[in-house]
């Protein structure tokens, strides 16, 4: 059976130097790029993923969670996954960059969750929070202390009831209670995404999928086993025969989706010329700002990606945040 | 930079620094938690050509939410979506030495500089949170010296990264400190401006030392002129101890102000607002400052002078210490009640203004015609309007006095705020291609 596969895209560099933009405007660029991969229907754009990788980290040099913010200013349908390790990050300030971003693009953020950030390394080889060795061991660690934190504070306990004064309904804020690999108490203090929660990325090396249990999505390169009954996608380093080797994944039954990895001479062949190409063959999904129009076009990332929102982790049993409204003092 | 010219940055306190504008605003419920809400209000300051955009920040909750909105999103984050949709005004980010790694954070605050072309600067502080540090797993929450300690040390690292990255040479910096062991460069270059500005916003001894030696501009809160000048005075003359000048450093103390277009429509506004301000909150809010609680104080004695005295232990003490000085100064100059404190405490620590246009820009011209002050931390009560009015209203008057901008002219904050551009060309310094 042929599957429509999703089209994530990464850009070698941080797209500030793309054609059409100003070096002295660097947000033009970041914008010219965004919009270009969005009319191409492209599901979404990685940012950043090479500072995962020694050899391509060098290539990364402005913070992906900015350049995911301006994109997000200038598209509307376009996702934004944001490549992040915690490495010099801790995961308090990563979930709530992560969610800030998503609130940004209107629950169009995603989160590519690295290992290690070879581009802010400098020296530190370790996790410099809590001196973690820095593996698939501890990204995990940090993937569930940040989903944990994203479901604390639930956006829909917004309320602001001017009749009552009540803000937010505060018996749905509950602690967080971290302690594996990290102690955080929590609650995140942004409300949570529009999206449930934002989508996690992970790389898999050698078809160990366990160790990317946390993730909504595996990545394995071309060529790697692919590991089954999850949703998964494969990281293609070239466009040559790109056609073929879609038609090879789109047959493949377990591959949910390409992540395409482009430098900004092959932007163009890409955009206008492949991937319109596999579309019309039925190898690649629609292009919901395309002509015809799709008539209901999904709001969130996961919608468009059919990710359903992981049951885990359920906070029900951890302690509310708040024991009762705070009426100190006396009455003037 | 034109001499003799404020300095005026609105704070964009989620909703408005007063606890009831969640209820006034007309923006919805959810706009603290909307990066568009921000860009909506820099838009109207860069309408009355405001300097920069200012937002407050620390990483736990910090008011009940029962209550109303706290900061919420990551700084970095509503900056970089104000510095996409806007071309001038600047932008100021408060990001904790405490809750942050030195390199992570020179890298993104460059790279933001970077994105907005050259209008960053950075609110340097040391964060005063329990929650906040049971959100970073702390046993022993860091006392005062320990934090400052880490500040210093923390600014040394980001500012040589930043230096570095300047720099053709690209050497790397090597540093071994008490906290921090760092070697290498970042990822990028220069930004527009070099690197952002330092901005530094505390009032304690070590705050204001920090200031001196190395911050571009002081927010401050100054409830009393008299102990605006000396302040003043204090960290200009430690800027001057440290080989600077005395315009090196601005002092921009916080000015919330309630403006009505008569004094009686101002009046009305302020008591329409306190109205829906929770029982007790405003007391409770004096007692954290003074480090009490005042719940059984008889509300129409004067303030125990035991509770006004110099603090016993600085290093313990539980508060900020620059708010406290702020407000045991005011209550002892002028002999308050607990009554009367707190409705002079009711900016909760800066100064409040409630009259009419007029009034607003009166108080800012004697501020800074008497050197207590280079420019303000506007702070209205309520967004949008209360920042809409000041734009439209008090930014004309000052305008016309001679002492504000009528456009834009400079490209990047520094040159706004400090009259000069970075010295690419110096030593192997190269701007960025």
């Not at chain 1, 018996?171 to 971290?178: E, F, G, L, N, P």
């Not at chain 1, 579309?279 to 799709?294: D, E, K, M, T, Y």
């Not at chain 2, 860069?46 to 900061?71: C, K, V």
């Not at chain 2, 190395?214 to 409830?223: N, P, Q």
Request: negative net charge; aromatic residues 6%; proline residues 7%.
């Amino acid at each position: 059976m042929t599957v429509a596969l999703s089209v994530g895209v990464e850009v070698v560099g941080d797209g500030a130097g793309t054609p059409g933009g100003d070096a002295r405007r660097p947000v033009r660029g970041i914008a010219t790029l965004a919009r270009r991969l969005e009319d191409a229907g492209v599901a979404y754009w990685v940012i950043g993923a090479e500072r995962g990788e020694p050899t391509d980290a060098t290539h990364a040099t402005l913070d992906p969670s900015l350049l995911a913010t301006v994109a997000a200013r200038h598209t509307s349908t376009l996702g934004l996954v944001v490549a992040a390790a915690a490495h010099r990050d801790h995961p308090y300030n990563l979930a709530r960059r992560l969610i800030s971003v998503d609130h940004a693009a209107q629950g169009r953020a995603g989160w590519l969750a690295l290992d290690f950030d070879h581009s802010t390394a400098l020296n530190a080889a370790t996790d410099t929070w809590a001196g973690a060795e820095l593996g698939p061991v501890h990204t995990a660690d940090a993937v569930a202390a940040v989903r944990t934190l994203w479901r604390t504070w639930p956006l829909e306990s917004v309320v602001g009831d001017r009749s009552t004064g009540v803000f937010a309904d505060t018996t749905q804020i509950r602690r967080a209670d971290v302690h594996r690999g990290y102690r955080i108490a929590g609650p995140l203090n942004v409300p949570g995404s529009a999206q449930g929660d934002l989508p996690v990325w992970q790389q898999v090396f050698g078809g160990d999928a366990g160790s990317a249990d946390g993730a909504d999505v595996a990545v394995v390169e071309h060529g790697d086993p692919v590991p089954r009954g999850r949703p998964t996608v494969v990281r293609l380093r070239s466009i040559q025969r790109i056609g073929s080797v879609l038609e090879r994944l789109s047959g493949d039954g377990e591959v949910a989706g390409v992540l395409v990895r482009l430098t900004l001479h092959a932007l163009a062949p890409f955009l206008d010329g492949a991937l319109p190409a596999a579309r019309q063959r039925g190898l690649v999904a629609a292009n919901p700002g395309g002509s015809p129009p799709i008539p209901t076009r999904p709001a969130s990332l996961r919608q468009r990606l059919n990710l359903p929102v992981p049951q885990q982790p359920d906070l029900a049993a951890h302690a509310l945040a708040f024991d009762s409204v705070p009426n100190p003092g006396g009455r003037l | 930079m034109t001499a003799g010219q404020l300095i005026l940055n609105v704070n964009v306190l989620n909703t408005g620094i007063h606890t009831g504008s969640w209820q006034r605003t007309s923006e919805p419920p959810t706009a603290f938690a909307d990066p568009g809400y921000y860009v909506r209000m820099a838009k109207i300051a860069e309408r009355g050509t405001l300097d920069a955009l200012f937002l407050a920040d620390g990483p736990a909750l910090r008011e009940h939410p029962a209550i109303r909105p706290s900061q919420a999103l990551e700084p970095s984050v509503i900056l970089a979506s104000v510095a996409a949709e806007t071309e001038h005004i600047g932008i100021i980010g408060t990001l904790s030495s405490t809750f942050n790694d030195p390199v992570e954070l020179a890298h993104r605050l460059l790279a933001l500089d970077e994105v907005s072309g050259g209008r960053l600067a950075w609110n340097v502080v040391t964060t005063y949170s329990l929650p906040a540090g049971a959100n970073f797993g702390l046993a022993d929450y860091p006392d005062r010296h320990t934090r400052y300690r880490r500040a210093a040390e923390f600014v040394e690292v980001v500012r040589a990264l930043w230096r570095d990255a300047a720099d053709l040479g690209r050497r790397g910096i090597s540093h071994q400190g008490e906290f921090f062991t760092v070697a290498g460069s970042l990822p990028q270059g220069p930004s527009a401006q070099g690197h952002p500005l330092l901005v530094q916003a505390g009032g304690s001894p070590q705050g204001r030392e920090l200031a001196g030696r190395v911050a571009d501009a002081v927010f401050s809160a100054e409830l009393d002129l008299g102990a605006g000048i000396d302040h003043y005075r204090y960290v200009k003359d430690v800027a001057v101890a440290h080989g600077r000048r005395r315009e090196d450093v601005k002092i921009l103390p916080g000015l919330i102000t309630t403006i009505g277009s008569t004094r009686a429509e101002a009046d009305r506004r302020f008591d329409e607002q306190n109205v829906l301000l929770p029982p007790g909150q405003d007391l409770e809010r004096l007692s954290q400052v003074l480090g009490e609680d005042l719940s059984g104080h008889d509300l129409d004695a004067p303030v125990p002078v035991r509770l006004l005295g110099e603090v016993g232990d600085p290093a313990r003490f539980a508060a900020s210490l620059g708010f406290r000085e702020s407000v045991v100064r005011l209550i002892e100059s002028r002999s308050l009640t607990l009554r009367e404190a707190i409705r002079e405490f009711s900016g909760a620590g800066h100064r409040v203004v409630v009259g009419t246009p007029v009034d607003v820009a009166d108080t800012i011209e004697r501020w800074f015609l008497a050197g207590a002050a280079d420019g303000f931390n506007l702070m209205p009560d309520v967004f949008p309007d209360g920042l809409e009015v000041f734009v439209d209203e008090v930014v004309p008057l000052l305008r016309t006095r001679g002492l504000f901008r009528r456009a834009y002219a400079e490209t990047t904050l520094r040159e706004r705020l400090t009259g000069s551009i970075f010295p690419f060309a110096q030593l192997t310094l190269v701007k960025r291609a």
